[in-house]
């Protein structure tokens, strides 16, 4: 008899939450600011973003 091997689980984006912007009217200015940003900062903006207005679900 041939051995089954077991299938893993693939990793789901952002742990298997997902995200909605669907009830965001707040432009992209009021989120990252009118100066220039590095990526990280911009990344970080973002998810402080998602958290306070709490547009992520499991």
Same mark, same amino acid.
């Given at each position: 008899?041939?051995?089954?091997?077991?299938?893993?689980?693939?990793?789901?984006? =952002?742990?298997?939450?997902?995200?909605?912007?669907?009830?965001?009217?707040?432009?992209?200015?009021?989120? =990252?600011?009118?100066?220039?940003?590095?990526?990280?900062?911009?990344?970080?903006?973002?998810?402080?973003?998602?958290?306070?207005?709490?547009?992520?679900?499991?």
């Amino acid at each position: 008899m041939a051995k089954k091997k077991a299938k893993k689980k693939a990793k789901k984006a =952002f742990g298997g939450m997902t995200i909605s912007f669907k009830s965001c009217k707040d432009p992209i200015c009021k989120v =990252f600011g009118m100066v220039p940003l590095a990526p990280s900062k911009m990344n970080k903006k973002l998810w402080g973003y998602i958290k306070k207005k709490k547009l992520i679900r499991r």
